[in-house]
T-cell receptor, first 117, second 111 residues
């Protein structure tokens, strides 16, 4: 298994441009997540999904959109990029039983380093 | 979810045990203690978790005090590759989606 893969690894955007960060997992996990990590800080949850067709906001969703049309893919869309979105973006996935109770281990991708100038 | 407090940084000699403390004095009965680590520029990696009892796996041991207000992650024989930021996270068993990462402890293993 490749686990969680993310593309691209690096990207530089100009202010106002848009882009989609790709995330794919091959572990048949039902839960998927997007986090951002600013320099010297912990991770902050942007959006998450509990299954295909179901998404919800996390802690810092403004300026981002997501969709989940398949179990495997969870792309993150940046509209009108701003310098404040300069960060490292991590996608993660986990498996959870119905209701989301109990233990789950989140598997993380290698990250996408985004710079907005 | 309960808040956690960790030291900003710690040093450890290679081959010695690394003991990383975490305070979670407001933890409630159904909240688990998780540990993740993040090696420089990589995605976080799950290490271990526990509820009440001490736990051990191939990577580490987790010691939780009887009152559950603090815990210690033990890496029994630290290597240079264990240099990373270690995150202690407390999470309710019912809020599956949410792992709240603080700033963690930067563990530096020295030769």
């Amino acid at each position: 298994n490749a686990g969680v893969t993310q593309t691209p690894k690096f990207r530089i955007l100009k202010i106002g441009q848009s882009m989609t960060l790709q995330c794919t997992q091959d572990m048949n996990h039902n839960y998927m997540y997007w986090y951002r990590q600013d320099p010297g800080m912990g991770l902050k949850l942007i959006y998450y999904s509990v299954g295909a067709g179901i998404t919800d906001k996390g802690e810092v969703p403004n300026g981002y959109n997501v969709s989940r049309s398949t179990t495997e893919d969870f792309p993150l869309r940046l509209e009108l990029a701003a310098p404040s979105q300069t960060s490292v973006y991590f996608c993660a996935s986990s498996y959870s039983k119905a209701g989301g109770f109990g233990y789950n281990e989140q598997f993380f991708g290698p990250g996408t380093r985004l710079t907005v100038l | 979810d309960a808040k956690t407090t960790q030291p900003t940084s710690m040093d450890c000699a290679e081959g010695r045990a690394a003991n990383l403390p975490c305070n979670h004095s407001t933890i409630s009965g159904n909240e688990y203690v998780y540990w993740y680590r993040q090696i420089h520029s990589q995605g976080p990696q799950y290490i271990i978790h526990g509820l009440k009892n001490n736990e051990t796996n191939e990577m580490a041991s987790l010691i939780i005090t009887e009152d559950r207000k603090s815990s210690t992650l033990i890496l029994p024989h630290a290597t240079l590759r264990d240099t990373a930021v270690y995150y202690c996270i407390v999470r309710s068993g019912g809020s599956n989606y949410k792992l709240t990462f603080g700033k963690g402890t930067l563990l530096t293993v020295n030769p």
